[in-house]
Structures are given as structure tokens and as C-alpha cells.
């Protein structure tokens, strides 16, 4: 039996055992975890219900041939884990719906079925599971378990008719990128070194308590702002500001409620982490928890399931998911857990990595063809940028400045202004004035003015896009191009603002997550540039796919867990595929480094 499955599994849970209190993982895998039933929809036949009494499931699952079926579902990461990790059933193909309505309805709407269902006409989603909670399949009488079972094949027959309706305008090339990421997490390959993630937690619990104490008793640096301030700027940390509502003036965002406070909480240096929650009154730093998550994991199985969200952001990238935020470790040589995530034994793990490929874009975008030849050329441009932000030959730049150069090349493509270049460099230790950061920054527009034009073209799409108009955007129409829906990408799917409002003095902001966001041309053009990192990342995800297992995909990099006596030839590979640029970017250079580990470290 081959074609498309739409399945839904029912599962025990009750007040204090469901997927609002632990994760997704540490549910299935929980010794209370137990299947109700299942519903299945072959094609376009009617669903069919199976309790899971005996045998049934086994029976009914055992029908199918997976290496030749799709499989369709509503959060897949929980249903096809259930499949591979109780039924040991791993389809060819697997289609989230969940996945599909973050990218075609935008990440702002609500992405449950039955939001979904309503959002677009599709039926009903029944109530009946509310009558389940806290009964296991022992408890159901004939009638409640009849009525459970027509609940289920309603979500099976609704989420079938979703999946039907996306796919009117979905692109079919993504729905391989929606199973990479999926099996991510229900085909796990990394495994995790338990003890030296003991040891680290211990080291942290040791660091942590001295940390603490120093900070607890020297509550006058706690309580006062300025030196609060001060003592994060000895740490090498421009402390975070806000307006202040109440002054409309530029104070310390110190408080609990402030994002750049609990930025700081995931800061690499610990003291860092553990000054600040010590000020807010957190007890454990995100180290400590973090370890303690990935050793429960480690413990349960040995190996680590990869939670990711597909389309998380509105740009197309990926977000961390299930309490663990793979996006976000550490790139440090000396970070721990990316010693403790591992090979199997026999493999190796290689991190490719596309080599500035957002800066790359932005001057193919923009036609600013000098730097595209240099990036082509395998020049340094961060030298070449220093050199004429400092007047003198490029042999002749030293190691602060290249990083300047790098900096600037790297940060201002989007219309940074001096003061954030200022405090950019600071938080590197790299200290300059106000004026002297705002002649670099002009510095690089002047050198590069194609870049300054791109913004104000597309100050001029947002400009279109408020009128219901098309627009053009950059000197690559097959790249992206506008029209009253939003910026279409390559892939097929659409960059948008949705509620794009102008106000009195010309400022745009738009609707993301249900609060007004503002937008302007640089903001715009840092959006495509990642759209399209993520266009291109993604295409490459699936060619290396097809030789080679991606366990993990960060940004612009890809891991791959690959068979040590291959590893030479599947690096070459890897850096190959992530240097041919796609059909629709012609003539943009692309570049790719990769290191090769036993561990995720050791591939830094």
C-alpha cells in the first residue's frame, strides 16, 4: 500500500502530563506515555480508526510500504516521533501542515488545526479530547472511545483537506525541506558524552555558587544602575538601553520586562550570565539549565532528537523549538556543550558554513560589483575595507583594524548608524568615538553607494507596497520582485508585511506577532538578504540530503554526520554543492568553509 497518509494519533495525558508542561521528547518518551488510537487516511478514502488494543496498530501499519509513502500531519513532529519511536515506521516523505501554515498564513497567525481550519473554511474541530484528559485507554467505555474515535477522524479528514488547500500555491521543493527538518528530530544520528556533561554541570554549579556569592554580597553594585553599568562594561558588555516612557529619554533597560536584560542572560561569558541573574533574581544561568536539559536527554536515550521550527521567522529561517534553542550555542572554541553533542562511533561530523553569504548577496543584490569581484576573487575585503577607511595599503592594516573593516562590511549593509557602530565595536573591545564611528560609516557608504541606493529603492517598494503596487528591487528580477502581495523569492513563497501602515511623518511599521513593528529600506533589505540566505541554504540542504545525513542546519551552516573513512570525500562534496550558486542567482560568489570533528567543537 503505497500514496499519501494522513494519520493522527490520540494519547493519554492529563494536568500534570502533557505537552503544555514538558516537551515534546520527554513525552513520548515518559514511562505514563500511552497511544489511545490512531486514525489513518489513505488518499482520498474515508479515515479509518484503530484503538490501540492488542495488536491492531502494528497490524494496520504493517499494510504500508514507508519507503514509498507520504505522510501527512498536523505538528509531524510529534506524530511521525511517535511513529519512529514507538512503531519504528519512518516514511519516505513526511508533510507538516503546522510547517506549511507558518510560511503561507505568516508566523504572526495562530498555526493550531483548529485556527487553521477556520482561518480558511475547511470544517470543524471538535471538542471531544477535552473529555479525555487524565484517562488512559483502560478508562474509556465502548461509547466514550466510539465518540474519541470519531473526534480523531475528523482531524484526520480536516487535516487532509488542509494539506490539499496549501498545496494549491506551496512549492513542492519545500516540502523536502519541511521533512529534513522534521526528521531532524524523529531520526536523531547525534549522540551526546554524558559524562563530560556531568562534569560541566558540576563545574557550572561550582562557578555559579562563587559567582553568586561575590555578586549577593555586594548589593550596592545590584541596586544601582550606574554601577551595575559599569561593572557589565568591565566584563567587556555595552550595557542595554530603552526610551523611557515616562522621560522619553535614553535610560538602562535593567528590568526583568527588557529584552537586552534577557539577551544577557545567554551571554558566552558566564560571569556575564551570572551577574545579570543575579540582578533580575533568576536562580539558574542558561548554562546550567541548558546542560541539565541535554544530560536528561543524554540519559533518556543517549543521542539528541533536533527540534527545530521550520519557518520560524518571517525571513524563512529556523527557530528553536521544544525548550532547546540549537540556534543560539555558542560559536566559542572553549564551549563545552558543543564538545558534548558527538558522532556516533565509525562517523565524523562536518559544519559547512556559507562564508558571508548575507554581505555576498546584499552586493549582487545591489550591483555593487567591485565588491562582488572581490568576493569572487577570493579577496579580503574586510582589508580592503580598512584600507580605505584608514588611508593606507592593505599590507599595512593591522589586526584591529582589518576587524573594523570586518565590522563594518559585515554590520552596516543594512543602515546601521554610528552610535549602534559605536557600541557594536565596544562590545568587541574595540573602543572609538562618536565621531570617528560615524566617518567609518560614511566612509563605507561612499565606497559603496550602490548599497546606500538599494535601501532608498526600497524605501521606494515599501512605498509601492502601501499603494497595492509593483516595484522593482535590486538588479536581479529573478531573485525577488514585488508586487501588491509582498516580495516574491525564489522558492515560490512571499516575504510580507502584512498591515503595512504609514504615519504623519512618513515612518512605515507593520503587524509581527500581533505588535506594530517599524520597517524601512535597510530593514527591508537585511529581510531579503536573509530570505534568500535561506533560499539558498535550504536548496543546498537537500542536494548534501541525498548523499549525506543533515543532522543540524544553524543559520547558514549545515552539519552532516558522515562515515569516517568517506570524510574527505563528503567534505569536497559538501564545500562543492555550497559554492554552486542557484539558477536564479547568476554570478553571485558563493563560498564555503567546513572543518571536520568527532564532536560539534572540534569542527569550529
Known amino acids: 500500500m503505497t500514496g499519501i497518509v494522513t494519520l493522527d494519533f490520540e494519547t493519554f495525558y492529563s494536568r500534570e502530563f502533557s ?43 504493517s499494510g504500508f510500504d514507508w519507503n ?33 501554515s507558518r510560511a503561507v498564513d505568516g508566523v504572526g497567525a495562530k498555526h493550531s488545526l483548529k485556527a487553521c481550519t477556520e482561518r480558511h473554511g475547511l470544517g470543524v474541530k471538535g471538542t471531544e479530547v477535552l473529555n479525555a484528559i487524565g484517562k488512559q485507554l483502560r478508562d474509556f467505555s465502548e461509547e466514550e472511545l466510539a465518540r474519541y474515535g470519531r473526534y480523531c477522524l475528523n482531524d484526520a479528514e480536516i487535516t487532509h483537506k488542509l494539506f490539499a488547500h496549501y498545496m494549491q500555491t506551496f512549492p513542492y521543493e519545500e516540502l523536502w525541506v519541511i521533512d529534513l527538518t522534521i526528521k531532524m528530530f524523529t531520526d536523531p544520528v547525534l549522540e551526546l558524552d554524558i559524562p563530560l556533561l556531568e562534569q ?7 562557578e555559579k555558587d562563587k559567582l553568586m556569592e561575590i555578586a549577593d554580597t555586594n548589593s550596592e553594585i545590584l541596586q544601582s544602575n550606574p554601577k551595575f553599568a559599569e561593572c557589565l562594561k568591565q566584563l567587556g558588555v555595552v550595557p542595554p538601553k530603552k526610551i523611557s516612557p515616562r522621560t522619553n529619554r535614553k535610560t538602562f ?33 542558561l548554562e546550567e539549565t541548558r546542560t541539565e536539559r541535554f544530560l536528561s536527554i543524554g540519559k533518556r536515550t543517549g543521542v539528541l532528537p533536533v527540534p527545530l521550527k521550520y519557518y520560524a521567522a518571517h525571513t524563512g529561517r529556523w527557530g528553536g523549538t521544544d525548550k532547546i534553542n540549537l540556534q543560539n550555542l555558542p560559536s566559542r572554541e572553549s564551549n563545552v556543550i558543543k564538545k558534548c553533542i558527538v558522532a556516533p562511533e565509525g562517523y565524523v561530523l562536518i559544519d559547512a558554513d556559507s562564508s558571508q553569504i548575507e554581505a555576498r548577496i546584499l552586493a549582487w543584490l545591489a550591483g555593487q560589483n567591485d565588491l562582488v569581484k572581490a568576493f569572487a ?53 574595540v573602543d572609538i568615538d562618536l565621531d570617528e564611528a560615524d566617518r567609518i560609516i560614511k566612509t563605507y557608504r561612499s565606497r559603496y553607494q550602490y548599497i546606500p541606493a538599494l535601501w532608498r529603492q526600497a524605501n521606494r517598494c515599501l512605498d509601492a507596497l502601501h499603494r497595492d503596487q509593483s516595484c522593482k528591487l535590486g538588479k536581479h528580477p529573478k531573485a525577488i520582485r514585488l508586487d501588491e502581495d509582498g516580495f516574491y523569492l525564489p ?42 540566505a535561506r533560499c539558498i541554504i535550504s536548496e543546498q540542504m537537500v542536494e548534501v540530503a541525498k548523499k549525506y545525513k543533515v543532522a543540524l542546519t544553524v543559520h547558514d551552516s549545515i552539519l552532516c554526520v558522515v562515515k569516517t573513512s568517506e570524510a574527505g570525500l563528503a567534505q569536497k562534496f559538501i564545500e562543492r554543492t555550497m559554492r554552486i550558486s542557484p539558477p536564479w542567482a547568476k554570478g553571485l560568489p558563493l563560498d564555503c568553509e567546513s572543518g571536520v570533528g568527532e564532536n560539534y567543537g572540534e569542527c569550529e
Not at 505537552?19 to 513520548?28: F, G, Q, V
Open 68 to 100: 514509498k509513502t507520504i505522510l501527512v500531519a498536523h505538528n509531524a513532529m510529534f506524530d511521525a516521533a511517535i511513529l519512529a519511536w514507538q512503531y519504528n515506521v519512518h516514511p519516505k516523505l513526511i508533510v507538516d501542515t503546522m510547517s506549511m
Open 377 to 429: 576573487n577570493k579577496e579580503d575585503v574586510y582589508k580592503i575595507m580598512a584600507s580605505e577607511i584608514y588611508g593606507k595599503p592593505q599590507e599595512e592594516i593591522s589586526k584591529e583594524e582589518r576587524f573594523v573593516g570586518k565590522s563594518v562590511i559585515l554590520g552596516s549593509g543594512y543602515g546601521m548608524g554610528k552610535q549602534r557602530f559605536q557600541d557594536q565595536l565596544s562590545a568587541f573591545g
Open 491 to 532: 522558492n515560490g513563497m512571499l516575504l510580507t508585511y502584512p498591515d503595512l501602515q504609514i504615519d504623519s511623518e512618513d515612518n512605515y511599521s507593520y503587524l509581527s506577532r500581533n505588535s506594530e513593528t517599524k520597517i524601512y529600506g535597510g530593514k527591508v533589505i537585511e529581510n531579503v538578504c536573509q530570505a534568500l
Open 200 to 206: 560541566h554541570l558540576g563545574d557550572i554549579k561550582l
Open 253 to 285: 533597560a535593567f528590568s526583568k520586562s527588557d529584552q537586552g536584560m534577557m539577551d544577557l542572560l545567554e551571554y558566552p561569558n558566564m560571569a556575564v550570565q551570572t551577574l545579570v541573574s543575579a540582578r533580575i533574581g533568576v536562580k539558574s544561568t
Open 19 to 61: 505537552l503544555s508542561k514538558i516537551t515534546t521528547e520527554e513525552y513520548i518518551r515518559d514511562p505514563r506515555f500511552e497511544v489511545i488510537g490512531v486514525s489513518t487516511k489513505i488518499n482520498k478514502n474515508k479515515p479509518q480508526w484503530f484503538p490501540n488494543y492488542s495488536d491492531d496498530i502494528e497490524s494496520h501499519f
